[in-house]
């Protein structure tokens, strides 16, 4: 019994240091994992800060949603969400979280935060709007947050600076250039300097206020501080800086600049994880700028090489196509150009110059029908662009009233118009009525100082024209008001479109303008007919062949021809040069008469026109022309001789739809064996469109 009562206890006390080893291994696995989880936290932490120092913003991200999923009330790395939220530009989620964070944050990192908020929202705006109908609503918000910011007294001074600067480029991304250009006008007096990214928002701002001077000095500031390689979601400055050049009248300057991005770019682009080359984009935007320009300054064909290609190679882009519908619009194809706005306008429905585009075209065309929903797309979706409010006005002012006035004064010897003459006409057509009619009025003065003493030939009248597609028509009254042939005019005619390259006009009149006024002397008239052909394949090449029929009224009966082509031999900014041929000839069947009217006749020029723009600033511009005709005319029984015609003339356009031009010109030739002189001063002046 004493040997069983000392084993007890050693079983017990055998059993009792199992328990506790037991209970110590089972404790010990939960403090060795206490002891490891800070150490696991502490290398994900380090593994977030050291992809957030590489620029790895979303693994950063990653790693610290991980880290709050197994500890959520980890301060550091709440803390750590919200900045890296705020970095990737969910800033509002950001600011939803910091309202939670312990401690609290600052005044200080609430404001940053809010500025950091704002400048998100301008990045936004820059986007696609969430409702089309609505396109500047992300604008104005974020004008209306940058605005605050800027203005509230509480904000520390270096906040509100950047608040200002911020403010200033949603202004521009908004269209609100007026509030943009006044505010940093203020910032320039008070010396503040601009960034580059704001330097480019308000240079844009500026060419909207029409200052391209100054916008210019703009882009090349932040060029020079900021040369690029620019980010994927900023503009390249240096298309901003061409407009700016040419619109300041710099336009060696502006394609010099485009032809060097254009150049520099190249056409393909390696992106990491794709294993193909793709398309740069910033070379395609470059070329499609530096055709852009030279339509700009009036150069449609060289424009329209650089744009077939590009549309062949991408036929999906609807800038490419947009950009070449309006060449071939400059280029005279209003039909083709319609079919490539179309496909603009369905491959980007929210693509503004397409419907501009399309409404030009229609207007080419006389095809007003459309003219106001095309351009009330363009309205609602950018009612702030500066081009779409240009098209609306010039639109306004061609549906409008028109008025026009032309007038001649000759002085010399011909036997048609005697030793000094003038003609004037004036016209005034009402605005547009359902699209296709206007109501005219119309005066018509013609006097010449004859051997046989003074003639004058006078009508005023009314008359109708009509247009459709391709079409325009009118009727016109003109009762005589002279007592030398009391016969009401009464003229009918047409010009139609058949196609980009075939017209063909006619013109009517029972008492044809173009009658002698020696025989307006003597009460003879005559029932005129004009018709013409006219092939047009672009602006660089022209021919038209015109036949006129004169039956006069003392049994004179005249047919006429007359046969042109022109050519371009010679294109630069602004300035072209054309050669040509003039072949013509008439026969009248009674050579007896108070008339010049030889039995036959034909001649034959050689002509050239030079044409050149010499200043421009925006509507107001001055245009030069030189015209040159030289060559040989053969009358019947008489001895063939030269002839020539030299003409000068200038066209001042003073504003939208306003311009005057003048114009002197000499013309001598032989007339039943004599030389005759002429020299014409010629004015005229248009309002309306």
């Known amino acids: 019994m004493g040997r069983n009562s000392m084993t007890a206890p050693r079983s017990m006390r055998v059993a009792r240091g199992r328990l506790c080893l037991a209970l110590l291994l089972a404790l010990h696995g939960p403090l060795a994992l206490a002891a490891d989880r800070p150490a696991e936290r502490d290398a994900l932490m380090a593994k977030l800060h050291q992809e957030r120092d590489a620029g790895h913003r979303v693994d950063a991200l990653a790693l610290c949603q991980t880290i709050l999923d197994r500890w959520p009330a980890d301060t550091e790395a709440q803390a750590l969400n919200v900045t890296l939220l705020t970095e990737l530009g969910a800033t509002t989620r950001a600011k939803e979280l910091a309202e939670n964070l312990r401690p609290a944050p600052d005044a200080a990192a609430r404001h940053r935060r809010g500025a950091d908020h704002v400048a998100q929202e301008i990045r936004w705006a820059d986007g696609e709007p969430a409702d089309p109908t609505h396109p500047y609503a992300e604008a104005d918000r974020a004008v209306a947050d940058a605005r605050r910011l800027a203005d509230d007294p509480a904000l520390p001074a270096g906040l509100r600076q950047r608040a200002e600067l911020d403010l200033l480029v949603a202004l521009d991304h908004a269209g609100r250039a007026d509030e943009a250009v006044s505010r940093y006008d203020a910032l320039q007096k008070q010396g503040v300097e601009l960034p580059p990214y704001v330097q480019r928002a308000v240079a844009d701002a500026l060419l909207v206020k029409r200052r391209p001077a100054e916008a210019a000095a703009l882009y090349e500031d932040s060029i020079a501080k900021d040369p690029g390689p620019y980010g994927a979601n900023e503009s390249e400055p240096r298309i901003g ?18 032809d060097e991005l254009a150049a520099r770019e190249p056409a393909w682009v390696r992106v990491p994880g794709i294993r193909l080359p793709i398309q740069n984009a910033r070379k395609v935007d470059a070329d499609l700028n530096a055709a852009t320009l030279r339509e700009y300054v009036n150069m449609p064909a060289e424009a329209y090489a650089r744009l077939e290609p590009l549309s062949r190679e991408a036929p999906a882009n609807s800038q490419i196509r947009r950009e070449l519908g309006m060449v071939e619009l400059a280029r005279g194809w209003p039909r083709r150009a319609q079919d490539d706005f179309n496909i603009a306008g369905t491959l980007d429905r929210r693509d503004v110059g397409a419907y501009i585009g399309e409404a030009e075209a229609s207007r080419a065309l006389n095809d007003y029908e459309g003219v106001d929903e095309n351009l009330a797309l363009a309205q609602t979706l950018a009612d702030r662009n500066g081009r779409v409010e240009r098209a609306l006005r010039s639109w306004d002012r061609e549906r409008g009233w028109q008025f026009d006035l032309g007038t001649e004064q000759g002085k010399g010897s011909s036997p048609d118009f005697g030793d000094r003459d003038g003609t004037t006409q004036a016209t005034i057509a009402s605005p547009l009525i359902d699209d296709h009619w206007r109501v005219i009025a119309l005066g018509r003065y013609s006097t010449a100082d004859l051997p046989e003493g003074n003639v004058r030939r006078s009508r005023v009248g009314l008359g109708i024209r009509g247009y459709a597609r391709g079409i325009e028509a009118y009727v016109q009254v003109l009762p005589a008001t002279d007592n030398y042939v009391n016969k009401t005019a009464i003229e009918a005619g047409f010009d139609w479109s058949l196609s980009d390259h075939w017209s063909w006009a006619a013109d009517f009149s029972t008492a044809g303008e173009d009658t002698p006024l020696r025989a307006q002397y003597y009460g003879i008239s005559a029932k005129t007919l004009d018709t013409a052909v006219t092939w047009r394949a672009s602006e660089l090449t022209q021919a038209r062949l015109g036949l006129s029929r004169d039956d006069f009224s003392d049994g004179n009966k005249r047919t006429g021809w007359l046969a042109t082509l022109t050519q371009r031999l010679h294109t630069a900014p602004n300035l072209t040069l054309d050669g040509g041929l ?17 039995r036959r006749d034909r001649s034959y020029a050689v002509t050239g026109r030079l044409e050149n723009l010499l200043g421009q600033f925006y509507e107001r511009s001055v245009t030069q022309r030189i015209d040159v005709a030289v060559g040989q005319y053969a009358e019947q029984g008489f001895a063939t001789d030269w002839m020539a015609t030299v003409r ?5 356009q003073t504003g939208p739809g306003v311009h005057f031009g003048w114009g002197i010109g000499w013309h001598n030739q032989p007339y039943d064996g004599r030389r005759e002189h002429r020299v014409v001063l010629d004015l005229t002046l248009h309002w309306g469109e």
């Open 241 to 258: 800086l061409m407009y700016a050049y040419l619109e300041a009248g710099e336009t060696a300057k502006a394609l010099k600049t485009i």
């Open 582 to 598: 003039e072949l013509g000839g008439s026969m009248n069947t009674q050579t007896d008469r108070p008339y010049f009217n030889p």
């Open 648 to 652: 000068y003339g200038q066209t001042i």
